[in-house]
Structure formats: C-alpha cells, structure tokens
C-alpha cells in the first residue's frame, strides 16, 4: 500500500471492505461543514471504484463510510477499515478529518470498490507545511492553473501556499508595474484565497519590500529610491533583474512606499502571516546609502529597516515571516524583532549542512527550514537533488525545533522551468513535512509514479531524475553568454561557454533520447488522465538536447542553420506548453533568447 506522505502508525489487518451502491458517504452533526472533502471522496468513488454514492449528514448505518469529527484545530486523525464501515475520525478537529479523508482517497486509487482492512493514527511531524511558488520572474500562473497546485497539495496533506510577488500584482495606483509582468489581480488573488481555505490552506501573502525590487526602482517615478544611482535607465534584463534593486533605505520616502503596498496587498487574505521577503539586499549600501550604513554598520543598518517592516506586519495583528540569508549571519539582532517573528532558513544545496538551522536555533528563532525542488535555471527540475536537499533540511528542522517547512519553487531567469515539473519535489517535500519516515530516493520515486501519475510500472519519475546533469549547457550559461555579447553582463559573468567542457554533448544527447523513448513507453502503463504530461516533458528532452547543441555549435563558432530550425520548432511547442499554465506574461524573454540564438546559428 502506497501512501504519501506515510502515515505515523499503521497495522493492517485480513478483513477488507466491500463497497455497494447501497453505502453512503455519512458526516456526523459535527462534521457538516467538511462536504467539501466528501465531495473529493465522492468523486474519487466514482473515478476508481465504479460507484457514485450519496452524501448524508446524521446518524450513519453499517456498510456506510463515515466522516466524523470534533470541533477544533487539531491535524491528528484515525482511519480503520474493517468488514463493516469504513471510519475517518479527527478528535482534535476538522483539519484532522480533511486529511484523513486525503489518505482514504490514496487508498481508493489503489483499491478500488474493495479496501483493505487497516487502522491508522496519524498527525503530522511539522505544524506548518507550505510550499512557496514563483509567480514573478518570468510567468504569471492562471488561476485555474493554481486552483490545480491547490488541489495536488491539499492532497498530500501540505496547509500553506505562498506565491513569491515582486511586481506581479496590480496595485490600484502603482500604474507603471502594470506592464511589467501581467499581474494578478485582487479578484484573483481573493479567489485563490477562498478556493485554499476551503482546502485547509493557508495563502500566505509574500511581497519583496526591500531587495528584489528591480521592476518598481527602475520606474521613473520611484528610480530615486533605488540605491544605484543609475536606475531608471538599465535595461530589465533576466541578471540584472536577479541581482538589483535594492531600495535605498536612508531616504525618507523608501518606507512609506512600501508600507503602502504592504497594506493594501495584506487585505486581500484572510492568513494573519505576511512574508516581507528581505533577503538578496545585494545591493545595500553600496550607492546613495553608502554613507549611512557607513555609520551603524551593514548588519544594524540592515535589521533596522526589516524591524520596521515586521512591526508593521505585527500592528496590523499579523505574523511578520521574512528570509534568513542576512539574519543568519547577525543572529544577535533576533531580539530586535516584534516576538513570534518567523524566520525562512533556506538551503538549496544537495549537501546543505545543519550550520544555519543550529545557529538560528541557538539564537532562538523561530524557523521554518526552506529546501527546494531544484528546478530554477533549467529545463527539467534535478530530482535527486531535491530529494536530498529536501530530506537534510527535513532532518536538521526536526533536530533542531523548526516549526515548519517551506518547500520552494523558483523560476530563476525567464522561468524556463515549467511548473508541473515540481510535483515530484513537492510531494517529497509533503511526505517529509509531515512524516518522520525515511523512504530511498529509488522507492520515493517509485511511490511517487505510481500515486501522482498513476503509473503502473512505477517508472517515470526514476527515469525524469535520470536527466538531471544531461543539460550540459545549462540555461544559466545561455543566458549569461548573451548578456556578455550583448555587453550587459554584471562583474565577473564574461564569455562563460569558452570554459564550458561541451565534449560530450553528442553522449548526453543520446541519453536524453534514450529516457525519451522510455518516457513514451511507460504512457502505455499511465492512466489516460495523467497521461497527457508526456507531450510537456519530451518537449523539455527536446530543449536540453536542442540547447546542448546550440550551446557547442556558438562555442566552436560553427554556423548550422538547420539546428537554427530545430531550435525554433522546439519553440513553438514550448511556448503552446507554456500557456497551458501560464498567462503569456513573459514568454516573450524566451521567444527572444531562442530567436537571438537561432540568428546566431546563421550568421556565426
């Protein structure tokens, strides 16, 4: 029996339930509000067990599934089969009996109108379970595509969402913006808001209020407030975009901006927690607040400005959440900020140590531990390095007292990543987040073909991790050779391909063929529901070769027109991918990127 994320306790037993048209999916008194979930199980009912059952609420019979609960908060819940009833209970609270119906679900896909006799209690291992999406740095995601990321993490049991915002909402009167990204709306984000609640998710409001400003400092109207002095007049390029702006602190107006868009984004969601964001303040001090930072140091001036941040956040009766690069490194300027602070720990290396987590524990932060599915700057996510980033985090989080995790997302330069490539990360970070189980890469991925893509053979998401190192000339190396070219590139990011070992192009080519092949194979065990996914990751096989080889041919200086129209056709069906899920937001940075290349291709 495959569940995830896996339950605390488990036994099974030699009875089995046999569901009939005459069973009834039944909510006790207390559990009447929680249709929704009966709703899912219905569905689910109809999908893989043949049969559509009603829902009742009051006094159930045997033979019925019944939904019950107390009133309350609580996560916690039981699951037992036996030959008679099949029972979800949640004590400590409807929380409790939404997940447990998450996990009978689980067990409807793999058994059908006959499940196994079993009993279950389970409660999760981390509090708070979030996983924190990009929707700024190259797509804007559709709602109806977030209403399906909502859906695939409530059902491995994960409660928090958080959308990663630097110029991407549509603030009623910062006009310049709106062009820069195609915002989200308020109505969609309220709507996002109450499709989540529903789901036990919490949509956490997370906004840049001091680094990565780069769209809004580069305005006319507010480039004074930027710490670089030539803002306003760079080109918004996918580096520098990473790299700058940083708000000039020292200037009177800087915080009054932002506490202008902090309150009026916070009011679209019902969370009483805020992420301020505040981290990658790359650029702090290093132009027009020189002289102030000067005065009180870098790790005071800094904490300063993120003390005022959070005591907005904590008037307005909210939970201030920010990222912990800096504070890590000034541990003592903890007690500067309003108590009940939260601080991100993130750590996106395969071999991430414990450092950061013990000393933020030692200074007595209250943390979440923040790996990641390590999919930015590349095609297709590296799966085996996610699962070990996600898994030490896990571990250090609870060695150390974290009270949650925060499983990220981002969409580096351009986003070239398509999204529904993190499901994988996402569920090993669901299953770690609530489970203390240890499960293998090789059996998560197994467990993770067969639940999420309904893969009989088990074998797709250990053939998509077989990628990872095949993309030889990475996106971040296209992306900085064009910037060199073009002469944009920042301080020590030059001709980054002439370093570049591109000899085994050819070799790494045929091995992403081969996994293709196999890719197209293994639909035949997928079903017809999931089995759409295959289309979107040959395209991705496509783009690593395609790009390895636009990458060697550049480096040699070798002129290939008909890789030109390779690459121009892989194109074309990318960006047909790309609105599948993503409103056309900034697609076009990299329909420029494959045209600049393929230009080059012909004239090299």
Known sequence: MILLPRPKEMQTTQESFRLTPETRIVLTPDARLETLCAKQLQSDLTRFAGLTLPILCGVPREGDIVLAANPGSGEGYSLTITHCSVQVKAPGGTPGLFYGVQTLRQIIRQSGAVLPGLCITDKP??????????????????????????????????????????????????TELWGAGEPLTAEEIMELDDYCAQRHIELVPSLSSFGHLFELLNTKSWCHLCELPQAGTMDSTMPYRMAHHTLNISDPDA???????????????????????????????????????????????????????????SESGRQPMFWGDILVMHP??????????????????????????????????????????????????????????????????????????????????????????????MIIGAHYSWSDQELPPDRMYEEISRMAYLDRSGQVVGLLAQLQGLDICSWWHLVQYREHVLGRADEGHGDVLAGLDLSHVEEANRKV????????????????????????????????????????????????????????????????????????SELWRIREMARWYAALLRTV
């Open 125 to 174: 291992v981390f509090p708070h379970r979030g996983f924190y999406h990009d929707a700024t740095r190259g797509r804007t995601p559709t709602l109806s595509w977030l209403r399906q990321l909502v859906d695939e993490a409530c059902f491995y049991k994960l409660n928090q969402l958080q959308l990663y915002v630097e110029h991407t909402y549509l603030f009623r009167d910062l």
């Open 255 to 313: 915080l009054p901006l932002v506490e202008s868009m902090l309150r009026e984004y916070m009011h679209l969601f019902r969370c009483r927690r805020f992420n301020i964001c505040a981290d990658e303040t790359f650029d702090l001090g290093r132009g027009r607040g020189k002289q102030a930072m000067e005065a009180v140091g870098e790790g005071a001036y800094y904490i300063g400005f993120v003390e005022e941040l959070c005591r907005i956040i």
């Open 332 to 425: 003592e300027a903890l007690e500067r900020l309003p108590q009940g602070s939260v601080c991100l720990n993130w750590g996106y290396s395969p071999q991430v140590t414990e450092d950061a987590t013990r000393a933020l524990a030692d200074a007595g932060a209250q943390q979440y531990v923040c790996p990641g599915v390590s999919g930015w700057n590349r095609i297709m996510n590296r799966i085996p390095d996610s699962y070990q980033n996600i898994a030490r985090m896990a571990a250090y989080g609870r060695k150390y007292g974290a009270v949650g995790l925060l499983n990220t997302d981002w969409g580096d330069y351009g986003h070239i990543n398509d999204p529904r490539f993190s499901l994988p990360g």
């Open 513 to 584: 063929d081969t996994i293709a092949a196999a890719l197209t194979d293994s639909v035949r065990h997928m079903d017809p529901t999931t089995a759409g996914i295959l289309h979107c990751w040959l395209n991705a096989c496509e783009g690593i070769m395609v790009w390895n080889l636009v990458g060697a041919a550049v480096q040699s200086g070798r002129q290939d027109a008909g890789l030109a129209q390779r690459l121009e056709r892989w194109l074309r069906q990318y960006e047909q991918q790309w609105l599948r899920v993503s409103k056309p």
